[in-house]
């Protein structure tokens, strides 16, 4: 399938302006002056849009180093959990943040200690998924206190990892505090960058740094080759029958092509021909399990279903149908519409329920899995393989509407038809428009609408139901983004 569908005449190539050909461009651009918006404004607003997902930067230490006191001061505000104790933040918090005209996520973290047991293994674990997710680490270090025997082992993860790595040495309040961030040049990981996190000393060379060592956009793990397998995550709960599927599947077809043990340390993805088409599943083991616990197992499926998003296409979520649908079900098709991926829904166990049973599954469908009511959907059984045929054609839809792409004259003809039959509530005496937008990429498809004046989140829903029923986009997210218009220009 082809990642942009061109208008007719538009010879298509790389382009910065995110999904549009160069003679669309030129005629957007032409109506966005027109309208009086700025054009700074809007090929920043495109390539906003377009550029998919933004670079991670991961912020790592031992506990109590000021990792979220320095988190706090790169995003501006005081939102990550401050406290003068270790242990504060436990899981991993992501936020969006800006230097020098640059946007990043950043993922503020735990602590990491080694061989910890109890809640603080789960926070380790949390720390050491963020270096595997990220683009780059910026590691923190208390000057005051100097390198300690946790430090040096956080070292040997990073250098394992092999990720670009940003030395923050915290707590340096003045010029007399230099000398001991001096000594951690023997950590070996390059020049370390002596900051206040308090008072945000030192701050901005190290974010020049950081700038240094993160990519402009993050590598794509998913779709390696043109007419190369398409990636499947297997998601859902403990015990959901993931395994169980994956095997019946591999079992009926015969074809895994690598019949190498995968272990938790060393993930193999599966080769599996389903409806005569190779598919690669992705190893949901996306972890490293570095400390075991008795309990917490919630906890690491959390991180192997969040490893496994991030690796593939389409996450095919597995819901066990015998059992009410739980807020853990809701949390696991949250990250992956959050993640931007195809979504398939697989409802398990169908053979077990009786009449009473199907009644109430659905109507908890109805009410708590609301949010993905646009993906295709299809009862199955891991035990007997009841309508495995279905599966494929499931997911070749939704990633289908994955990579489907509106031409823009299509979709502003579309945009007017809906501001003249439904405009927006008046507020405040005035009445916002749609004035036209474009579609700025695909994988999933992210939209730019801009307007006369703020537009409302029903409003945005009501968009997004109309773009459903308009162009189809059955089994994906769509991310909506509008911009308003400042001020009124000249018109051309």
């Not at 195809?342 to 469908?365: C, G, S």
Request: aromatic share 6%.
């Amino acid at each position: 399938m082809s990642d942009q569908i061109q208008p007719e005449g538009d010879g298509f190539a790389e382009h910065d302006h995110g999904a549009l050909g160069d003679a669309e461009y030129a005629q957007f651009m032409e109506l966005a002056a027109e309208e009086g918006f700025d054009v700074e404004d809007v090929e920043g607003a495109i390539e906003e849009a377009g550029h998919g997902p933004l670079p991670v930067l991961a912020v790592i230490g031992r506990p109590n180093v000021g990792k979220s006191t320095l988190v706090n001061r790169i995003i501006g505000r005081r939102e990550a959990v401050v406290e003068d104790r270790p242990g504060v933040t436990r899981d991993r918090v992501t936020y969006e943040a800006e230097w020098s005209g640059r946007r990043f996520k950043l993922v503020d973290t735990g602590g990491w200690e080694q061989d910890v047991l109890g809640i603080d293994a789960s926070v380790a674990a949390q720390a050491e998924y963020a270096i595997e997710a990220a683009d780059a680490v910026v590691f923190v270090v208390d000057a005051t206190v100097g390198a300690t025997d946790t430090d040096e082992a956080v070292v040997r993860l990073l250098r394992k990892a092999g990720k670009p790595v940003v030395l923050c040495a915290n707590k340096v309040d003045g010029p007399s505090g230099e000398a001991d961030a001096t000594a951690l040049w023997a950590l070996g990981l390059g020049e370390p960058h002596p900051v206040s996190a308090l008072h945000g000393r030192g701050t901005g060379d190290m974010l020049d740094a950081v700038l240094e060592a993160l990519p402009e956009a993050p590598e794509q793990t998913f779709g390696t080759a043109i007419g190369g397998p398409r990636r499947i995550a297997l998601i859902g709960r403990p015990n959901v029958g993931k395994s169980s599927l994956l095997n019946k599947v591999a079992n009926e077809d015969r074809v895994v092509v690598n019949e190498m043990a995968g272990t938790t340390r060393d993930p193999v993805d599966e080769l599996i021909e389903l409806g005569g088409v190779v598919w690669k599943f992705v190893d949901t083991a996306g972890i490293r399990k570095r400390v075991h616990l008795q309990q917490g197992a919630d906890y690491y499926a959390s991180l192997r279903t969040a490893a496994a998003v991030e690796k593939a296409e389409v996450a095919v979520i597995l819901i066990d149908a015998s059992e009410s649908i739980s807020v853990q079900d809701q949390r696991i098709v949250t990250m992956a519409v959050e993640a931007g991926r195809a979504i398939v829904m697989a409802y398990n166990k169908w053979d077990t329920l009786d009449e009473e049973r199907r009644y109430y599954l659905e109507r908890e469908i109805e009410t708590e899995l609301a949010q993905v009511a646009w993906a295709p959907r299809v009862n199955v059984s891991a035990a007997t393989g009841r309508h495995m045929e279905k599966l494929v054609p499931a997911i070749e839809t939704a990633l289908a509407g994955w990579e489907t792409r509106v031409p823009t004259g299509r979709l502003n003809a579309f945009l007017g038809e809906i501001v003249a039959s439904h405009p927006h509530p008046v507020r405040g005496g005035k009445q916002p428009r749609i004035l036209f937008g474009t579609q700025a990429g695909t994988k999933p498809p992210r939209f730019v609408f801009f307007a006369s004046g703020f537009i409302e989140a029903g409003y945005r829903r009501f968009l997004e139901r109309r773009l459903r029923e308009e162009f189809g986009f059955e089994g994906t997210p769509i991310h909506i983004s509008v911009r308003v218009r400042e001020k009124r220009g000249r018109k051309k």
